[in-house]
């Protein structure tokens, strides 16, 4: 069984950072893709980042420049720094992990920007 659970959300005046924390545990395997989703109300859940076990990452447009994500892979760990923060992200955001074949999904965490 695999558990991910993130850390970091919060409010924050728009122009902030926020830094999200996520901690992987179980059966992750070495090789996965671990990542950051997020879900602001009445829209669908969207990719924000990715990155794999090698280090390739991949971003959404609308955060390119602004947020960065990084892994360690010793203690199976994915963070998302979230810099010049703007209302409009504002949402509930999910690590999720790809391993094996199967999904797995955070509880998610609160991000909240005020302008």
């Known amino acids: 069984q695999v558990q991910l659970v993130e850390s970091g959300g919060g409010l924050v005046q728009a122009g902030g950072s926020l830094r999200l924390s996520c901690a992987a545990s179980?059966?992750?395997?070495?090789?996965?893709?671990l990542g950051w989703y997020r879900q602001a109300p009445g829209k669908q859940r969207e990719l924000v980042a990715t990155i794999s076990s090698g280090g390739t990452t991949n971003y959404a447009d609308s955060i390119k420049g602004r947020f960065t994500v990084s892994r360690d892979n010793t203690k199976n760990t994915v963070d998302l720094q979230m810099n010049s923060l703007k209302p409009e992200d504002t949402a509930i955001y999910y690590c999720?992990?790809?391993?094996?074949?199967?999904?797995?999904w955070g509880q998610g965490t609160q991000v909240t920007v005020s302008s």
């Open positions: 179980g059966r992750t395997f070495s090789t996965n893709l």
């Open positions: 999720k992990l790809v391993s094996m074949g199967r999904l797995y």
